[in-house]
């Protein structure tokens, strides 16, 4: 089987799905969503669901990743562990049949660390394979759980994951906060305020009830308070980011919407990001890994 | 009327409430608590709510504190700003009439700071009348929001809020750690690595994801990580509290469960603290404000 003759690429999350037909030129012809994510498929559902992309996408092998690939998902492809890079994830691919692979995660656990990540390394190793990030780099990638990760060599070289959005729907969802949070976030002066006092203090959990405190005392207005603990979230998220001790190239990679926030707040700690749309880093990852096979 | 002879007390917060009788040689002879909190009372509500506590205590003149007297409550009893001591909070009693009468909550809003007390302050300032706290003293008062005070001369000097038990709570019931935290917390010495982390670590949005990450990679085991968490939780809440440029006696005041905790992770700063139940603190400080009202 000659993978480089096509194959159907498949970013397998939590709570969606996204699958990609690539052609025998890599470029990608057909491909649609849908909200069948890892959680969604029953117990022994696989073989359905894989069998429903093909009858989409036609008859071709598969290349699975995402949450796909752990101990959730159909079948368990360990963590490999850093520095990682196209080689490394193609020596732990794992799956139930040569026709359907699915792509290990990568974890960090040198030096007492300990972290993981699962679906985002097929993003990042394709930005950097499609040259939208330096060789040497580090590389924000925002999302329910933010990943630091500082790339050297093309490969992963270390990371570190920072909850900040499942804090902020944690927060807005069933908190003392939501009925504060409940408005747009905007990149306005609101926003920049919070990034401040999450750049400079170490104090989270403390400045968040302050969100509510200065609405009670008058010292800020109800309708900023999303924006406020937004910007204080993502000022955190930057500060602890930024302690990576590189001087090297800073990308923001992810939804447009999060990387411009990203973006603003990496400018208020005086460093300056460029910004990538992770999802179409997808497509140049698998290739990437695809011609690796052969 | 004379509230030295006797009065009832209740300490009236969102979800219970506690009501207290104590008569004219301030001893409390009579106690009910039930679930009827401020946010169980329909619009116009309170009338009959009062009416009830008097049928079970008497009709004795009523002195209620906590959220009974914010914005959700009864009548609004504005905070009084710091140093608030027993006058202060005399000075600002409100109420529909001079025999239901709410005591204010304390805000510190001074060099830019915004927190807010409601409850807490009764307790904390009973606990100095009755010899229970130094009159220069750091007090840390746990619960769902973790209040540290500076108590300079009697009085409140200035406070803050971590939110701690909040956010221990929302990560159990709501988060990507929610399998992993249903475990009782114990004070072992998986509590005791979190505190470690939180006295040192600036990371806490890094860390909490940790959590999950030390499970996965086996470098931790499943049954301790609610323990685990707890103690980053908590060690970090003293870290915060400990950067208060005081080297005055702390004492953790609270329920049992809770103090003991908190008391552990002051230890392993490096700092003793004394133990005091909140609880019986209240009715130290209703008799107080009683007395100042005559």
Known sequence: MRWTDGFIAVDWGTTNRRAYLVDGSSKCTQEFEDAKGVLSVPSGGFLAAVAEIRERLGDKPLLLAGMVGSNRGWVEAPYVACPAGIEELVSGLAGPSDREVIVPGVKDDANGRADVMRGEEVQLLGAIASGQVDPDALVCHPGTHNKWVVVRNGRIESFRTVMTGELFSLLKAHSILSDLLGGEVELGDAFREG????????????????????????????????????????????????????????????????????????????????????????????????????
Chains 1, 2 share one sequence.
């Not at 000022?235 to 302690?243: A, E, H």
């Open 195 to 294: 990034v401040g006092v999450g750049l400079s203090s170490q104090d989270l959990p403390a400045e968040l009830f302050s969100v509510r405190a200065r609405v009670l005392l008058g010292k800020a207005s109800r309708e900023n308070a999303a924006s406020f603990a937004s910007g204080l979230l993502i000022g955190t998220d930057v500060r602890i980011g930024l302690s990576y001790p590189t001087s090297a190239q800073i990308t923001v990679m992810g939804r447009p919407d999060l990387t411009s926030l990203y973006s603003a707040a990496i400018a208020a700690a005086n460093r300056t990001a460029t910004e990538v749309d992770g999802e179409r880093c997808f497509l140049a990852g698998v290739v990437k890994i695809a011609e690796a096979m052969q």
